[in-house]
């Protein structure tokens, strides 16, 4: 992708439309997934730690990312993260059945997750 385009985020804008366009929504599935991982991999890189994904109507929803990881790295990094990390796990594949990315906190000393 970064040899193709030079500005991930007009390549990812321009890939909603055109999903838009085709009112395929596997299609649309398939862009948001590679957007939020790019957005994981971007805010695990950067001092403030967080993505801010813009809702369709307008709304806004900001997600802390203290690590993200692959799904073989998982086990290590759920044992070791802290009260205060929010950690992301990629899955295993691009067609891992049941979920794309987990999501893992801390809440009064109990480990949660989204999928």
Same mark, same amino acid.
């Given at each position: *992708?970064?040899?193709?385009?030079?500005?991930?985020?007009?390549?990812?804008?321009? @890939?909603?439309?055109?999903?838009?366009?085709?009112?395929?929504?596997?299609?649309?599935?398939?862009?948001? $997934?590679?957007?939020?991982?790019?957005? =994981?991999? *971007?805010?695990?890189?950067?001092?403030?730690? !967080?993505?801010? *994904?813009?809702?369709?109507?307008? $709304? !806004?929803?900001?997600? %802390?990312? @203290?690590?993200?990881?692959?799904? &073989?790295?998982?086990?290590? &990094?759920?044992? %070791?993260?802290?009260? $205060?990390?929010? =950690?992301?796990?990629?899955?295993? &594949?691009?067609?891992?059945?049941?979920?794309?990315? *987990?999501?893992?906190?801390?809440?009064?000393? !109990? =480990?949660?997750?989204?999928?």
């Amino acid at each position: *992708l970064a040899e193709k385009c030079a500005d991930k985020r007009v390549f990812f804008v321009k @890939s909603y439309q055109k999903a838009d366009e085709t009112g395929n929504p596997a299609y649309c599935g398939w862009v948001f $997934e590679f957007d939020v991982d790019y957005q =994981l991999q *971007l805010a695990h890189g950067q001092p403030t730690k !967080k993505i801010v *994904l813009q809702i369709r109507d307008g $709304e !806004k929803e900001e997600w %802390s990312v @203290s690590r993200y990881v692959g799904a &073989a790295g998982a086990k290590d &990094a759920i044992e %070791s993260f802290g009260d $205060e990390e929010v =950690l992301w796990v990629k899955a295993a &594949a691009w067609n891992q059945a049941n979920y794309d990315f *987990l999501r893992f906190w801390r809440h009064q000393g !109990k =480990l949660q997750m989204a999928a």
